[in-house]
């Protein structure tokens, strides 16, 4: 730029000046302004609003998974009848090692089988008083699957290896099975009947976090459950079932191994439910929903943008006497250009401001409706203002380039 | 500077006040096809405190002399100095801050913006110069009383009188205190007595010092002056001097 030659200081807008003259020029029309920031408020609106949400929704689908789901693992069996005669149910397909087998695949805290224990027999407090069982669930379970189960023990201990191996008379029981048939202590070494036959109670658990079905209800030893009541028919419901504890974040990968580590020679013989993947769900909402809304929102932006620099062009051309008008006051071309450059930028963060707004009360309307908890990214919600100043810096270019272009002469004669 | 002499207006002005307006030679032609001379090379000199109109038939050139004068055109031949400053070759930053600081444009059709109030208006002239704010507000209202405007400093120029919104337009011209108040047909679009009352505002001006240049038509506006320049045919001639030629 040519250096000044004048005595004294040259023209020049100051920054509040040229803010205010903006604002003048955008205040002046309010119907107008509104329109034309409808398209930017759109735009910005439902980039908010679309990111506000799948966060949101994305928190949803973590709080519904907890940790106690994401580390579970199930496996039903549906054995083959093939080659039976009929009437002869099939085996279980659950080898018997079950529960070292569970144990040595990787990422296994604890894992075992269990099922309710066929038949119904009665439960009582005395060998010849009346069923106290209404109600309670009696189960056979093996250690790994009581300790998958992870009760949380009042009194006593769970069930272990030896008195799954030995085949011994014992049972745990819940507090409310234990206050039911009168247990309250355990070192007189109490007893309860089992279709008439004592189990001496070794344990009372208050909680499972596992396996709800054990509450209230009475746990014996499989090894003496299968000696005592026989096998619980093949599959379905009331048939055999693992149970897996397993570390964060193994699941997928264990219930990937189940079948075959526990029947390499027939792995097709379980149903493994491995727990939901809140990742996946996460992913799919973000890619089907996001994507589509977020494509919405740049289209909106897009149109924003083009009605703010249509806007500002025809301003310019309305204009063309002010501009020359301002000319002869002493402004400089870029003064000019600046002030409908900063009213374009104006008109866009006005409609980022109102946007995010919108935004944020779609997500907050949308978590109240739902009763869900609303999600904010602060890294999203907060720049989107600014992106509306973008919209309208580069929207106000070249109507700016336009007014730096008018020439004052023909501007003050249109007059 | 070596431009003919022979014109230099001495005899009717107020004599030996400093050159406000210095034209050497200034001529103004548009580039064809066919290029068009709309202003031969002229020599014109104002001095402070003269009150001198410039007259003409339309397409005379007037225009283009009072865009010359301005600031707004730059002259194709010739030398202009205003206020001893000469103008050729500077850029649009010298340009703009001389228009903005010792020039007070009057137009015919006031250019007000009609958004905003009188005062204002009057406000718009002291954005691009460097007027501090706090005493913006002061001047703007010392021009409009200036122009017997002092009640009407809120009013909208839509609700003002064409003489009213023309005084607003002089108030606007006159706040920045420019040594040149260069009108363009100030009257054309106003009545008989809305005219009048400009015109006594000019002889007013006149009185106080300042320095106008009215470009007209109207040979009843022209005689308010003290001295009158004719214009035609891209020919500048003051009565009673030489013909001034290229």
Redesign the interface.
Known sequence: MARSVLPGPASRLGLRDLVAEALSGTLQRPGRTALTMLGTVLGIGAFVAVLGLTATASGQIGERFDLTRATTVTAGDHPSGDGLPPGVEPPTSFPPDTDARLARIDGVRAGGLWWPVPGAPPLAATPTGPDAGQGLALLAATPGAVAAMEPTMVAGVPLDPYVQESRQPVALLSSAAAERLGVSRLDAQPAVFVAGIPYTVIGVYSEVRRQPGALPGVIVPASTALERFGSPPPGGERGTQALVATRVGAAGAVARQLPLALRPDAPEAFTVVPPPDPHGLRDGVASDLTGLFLALAAICLLVGAVGIANTTLVAVLERTEEIGLRRSLGARSRHVAGQFLTESTALGTLGGLIGTGLGVVTVLAVAAARDWTAVLQPAATLPAPLIGSVVGLLAGLYPALRAARTDPLKALRSG | MTAPTSATATGSGPGGGPLVIRLAGVGRTFAGPPPVTALHPSDLEIRRGEYVAVTGPSGSGK?TLL?LL?L??TPSTGSYELDG?DTAG?????R??????R?G?V?????L?A??TAEENVL??Q????TP?ARRRAAAREALARVGLAHRTRALPGTLSGGERQRVAIA?ALVNGPSLLLCDEPTGNLDSANAEAVLTRFDDLHAQGHTLVVITHDPAVAARAERSVRIGDGRLREPGRPAVDG
């Open positions: 225009s865009h301005g707004l055109d400053i500077l850029g649009d930053r010298d703009s801050t001389l228009r903005g600081q020039i444009f137009f015919q059709s006031f250019h913006l958004h905003r718009l002239a954005l691009y110069n460097r704010r606007r």
